[in-house]
Nanobody, 121 residues
Framework: VQLQASGGGLVQTGDSLTLSCTAS????????MGWFRQAPGKEREFVAT??????YYADFVKGRFTISRDNAKNMVFLQMNNLTPEDTAVYYCAQGATHYSTRDSKSYRYWGQGTLVTVSS
């Protein structure tokens, strides 16, 4: 399985950005997909996850982010609105070992290379 994340960049506070992740290698629709992030000097943290019937978000998302997936294209997206400097991080997409959506990074078997999001104040 290969995951390719894209869409990161440098934006200003209050801007929006959409991250994309393309998966290949196995039946995409059968597995949960998640987004995690890692800020400089911090541990990787959960952002959002989606399977075919559920979506979960980290509390800090506060309605600003939306995760979605397109099973026909083997893609998962993270729409991020009202970005703040605290959202600066490398964002990783990940594919779960099962269809269960979970916040636990240990439940994700495959990881993309990450895409950097930098939010300036």
């Amino acid at each position: 399985v290969q995951l390719q994340a894209s869409g990161g960049g440098l934006v200003q506070t209050g801007d929006s950005l959409t991250l994309s992740c393309t998966a290949s290698g196995r039946a995409f629709r059968n597995y949960a997909m998640g987004w995690f992030r890692q800020a400089p000097g911090k541990e990787r943290e959960f952002v959002a996850t989606v399977n075919w019937y559920d979506k979960y978000y980290a509390d800090f998302v506060k309605g600003r982010f939306t995760i979605s997936r397109d099973n026909a294209k083997n893609m998962v997206f993270l729409q991020m609105n009202n970005l703040t400097p605290e959202d600066t991080a490398v964002y990783y997409c990940a594919q779960g070992a099962t269809h269960y959506s979970t916040r636990d990074s240990k439940s994700y078997r495959y990881w993309g290379q990450g895409t950097l999001v930098t939010v300036s104040s």
